[in-house]
């Protein structure tokens, strides 16, 4: 499966963001889905992760109760809706997928997409 990621931009604090990651080639249903993060200088970060079929999703502590995962399986595309963003969420974002693990650990991910820049200024 190919994932491409977009949705991101330049945002103000507080301001809302959702990204998308479009899936191609295997149905989109087949994987759960995942997102990173990459700030500058720093490693790539678990964020959020949501089983196949909508039934679970794990969540950051940095992120919990301010972004919210969803999919459309019919659309092969999977969201990350972003509300009350801080400077500290600037980074690069990353959506990846793999055969059911929801977990933070990026082995579990076997596909993953480009990057979406994602900038809040203060």
């Known amino acids: 499966v190919q994932l491409q990621a977009s949705g991101g931009g330049l945002v103000q604090a507080g301001d809302s963001l959702n990204l998308s990651c479009a899936a191609s080639?295997?149905?989109?249903?087949?994987?759960?889905m995942g997102w990173f993060r990459q700030a500058p200088g720093k490693e790539r970060e678990f964020i959020a992760a949501?089983?196949?079929?909508?039934?679970?999703?794990n969540y950051a502590d940095s992120v919990k109760g301010r972004f919210t995962l969803s999919r459309d399986n019919a659309r092969n595309t999977g969201y990350l809706q972003m509300n009350n963003l801080k400077p500290e969420d600037t980074a690069v974002y990353f959506c990846?997928?793999?055969?059911?693990?929801?977990?933070?650990?990026?082995?579990?991910?076997?596909?993953w997409g480009q990057g979406t820049q994602v900038t809040v200024s203060s």
């Open positions: 949501l089983t196949r079929m909508n039934t679970y999703a």
């Open positions: 080639g295997r149905p989109f249903s087949d994987y759960a």
């Open positions: 990846a997928a793999g055969p059911g693990y929801v977990g933070s650990a990026e082995a579990g991910y076997h596909y």
